[in-house]
């Protein structure tokens, strides 16, 4: 994962709490009810109280388990909030599991997600097939290949749609870099990174950008980018990503793939390239802050500063925080200006959706389990 140079934060930092105590209580047959924020998929309660953890404003959360009966809502993971940290309701119902964010704890955001799930679908986000032996096989296969993050077998069992599908194993893909929901141009507003970046032992490279230049088409996905920088290590990361182009005006970087062909017209504001393979992007883009941009949204806390250089260094201080806002003296509302927000976006892999299915094997790769080993 070296060209992931985005820092992926890692959760450890007790100024999240704000006086909450860690508490890793799970509740079988609780439901919190309301104060729901977002749903998201999960395959276990372990890894939906990750994603608490890794979300900004979950405080608490909602499972429904596999075990389930009374609605089809199996594996919905529900991200919760309130005022005081704590659920408005809690009331018994069968087939779900309750529990807290482990931002008051001690705890590791690259988690070690090392176990299997039979008869578990991880449905959506391919990017890649091939045929394995087993699902040992397919999840060494899932690990050694750096845009993996989980995988499907369709094991020898499997024949629901025949048995030339037998053995197949599906390589998914979802972000492990922060993704910022929304950049937007607004007046007394500073906006830049954590400076953390990942240690690597790959070598550094320059990446390739062509000015003024646009490729049109074969785009695959449209995410916002502060900087044609910030877009290339975006489409670095990416699993599919051949090439990008990234609008000045609207801060959009458009991803796009075509493996057969490089395409290029000339075109103001916008500015093409090429992702880096196999190497380490040179990370100066991530020092550089942003005048009069907004990145609004997805805040873990935010308090008084003097200036946008202490926001920046609170937020690569604070292993939570990866990116960040500051609203100097002219920000249009009087009564949040000199303030510092700290920001975060779950970065864990997370299939978009879970289903039963029979005779399938899912899980996810394992370089987080192999990275603690060799330490």
Same mark, same amino acid.
């Given at each position: ?22 508490n ?10 309301? *104060?729901?924020?977002?749903?998201? $998929? ?10 608490? %953890? ?7 959360? %909602?499972?429904?388990? !596999? ?14 909030? !309130?005022? =005081?940290?704590? #659920?408005?309701?809690?009331? #018994? ?27 578990? @679908? ?8 091939? $045929?394995?032996?087993?699902s040992?096989?397919c999840? +060494? ?16 069992? $499997? ?27 607004? !007046? ?13 032992q ?16 074969? @785009? ?23 090439? $990008?182009?990234?609008?000045? =005006?609207?801060f959009n970087? *458009?991803?796009?793939k ?9 075109? /103001? ?12 992007? @040179? ?10 941009? @907004? ?10 500063? /003097? ?5 920046? +260094?609170?937020?690569?201080?604070? #292993?939570?925080c ?9 920000f ?18 997370? #299939? ?5 299915? !029979? ?12 990275s603690?080993?060799?330490?």
């Amino acid at each position: 994962m070296g060209t992931h140079l985005i820092l992926v934060g890692l959760l450890s930092i007790c100024s999240l709490s704000f006086g909450q105590e860690c508490n890793q209580q799970l509740l079988e047959n609780v439901d919190f009810s309301g *104060n729901d924020v977002t749903s998201l $998929f999960s395959p276990d309660v372990d890894h939906c109280q990750q994603l608490c %953890t890794q979300h900004a404003s979950c405080d608490f959360f %909602t499972f429904f388990r !596999a075990d389930g009966t009374q609605d089809n809502r199996n594996f919905l993971c529900l991200i919760k909030t !309130a005022p =005081n940290g704590q #659920p408005t309701v809690q009331a #018994p119902l069968q087939g779900v599991t309750s529990g807290f964010s482990l931002k008051p704890c001690s705890q590791d955001l690259e988690p070690c997600l090392s176990r299997v799930y039979q008869n578990v @679908d991880f449905k959506d986000a391919d990017y890649r097939a091939l $045929f394995t032996a087993d699902s040992e096989e397919c999840q +060494r296969a899932c690990t050694q290949d750096p845009a993996c993050q989980f995988f499907t077998l369709l094991n020898e069992a $499997f024949t629901a749609l025949g048995n030339r599908y037998r053995f197949k194993c599906h390589l998914k893909f979802s972000w492990p870099v922060p993704r910022i929901p929304l950049i937007e141009k607004k !007046a007394g507003v500073t906006s830049g990174f954590s400076q953390i970046t990942e240690i690597t032992q790959q070598s550094v490279c320059q990446g390739k950008l062509f000015p003024n230049t646009d490729i049109p088409g074969n @785009d695959v996905e449209n995410i916002p980018a502060a900087s044609p920088e910030h877009c290339q290590a975006l489409c670095s990361a990416h699993s599919v990503c051949t090439y $990008f182009s990234f609008n000045s =005006n609207d801060f959009n970087c *458009n991803l796009k793939k075509n493996t057969e062909e490089f395409v290029t017209t000339a075109k /103001d504001g916008v500015t093409s390239g090429l992702p880096a393979r196999f190497c380490q992007l @040179d990370n100066t883009w991530v020092q550089v802050v942003h005048e009069n941009v @907004d990145f609004p949204g997805s805040d873990i806390r935010f308090e008084p500063m /003097d200036d946008a250089d202490t926001c920046q +260094r609170t937020c690569t201080q604070d #292993p939570y925080c990866q990116f960040y806002s500051y609203t100097n003296d002219n920000f249009g509302d009087p009564n949040f200006r000199r303030h510092c927000f700290l920001k975060r976006t779950i970065t864990m892999p997370a #299939p978009p959706k879970v289903a039963k299915l !029979a005779n399938v094997v899912s899980g996810f790769q394992l370089r987080n389990c192999n990275s603690k080993t060799t330490e």
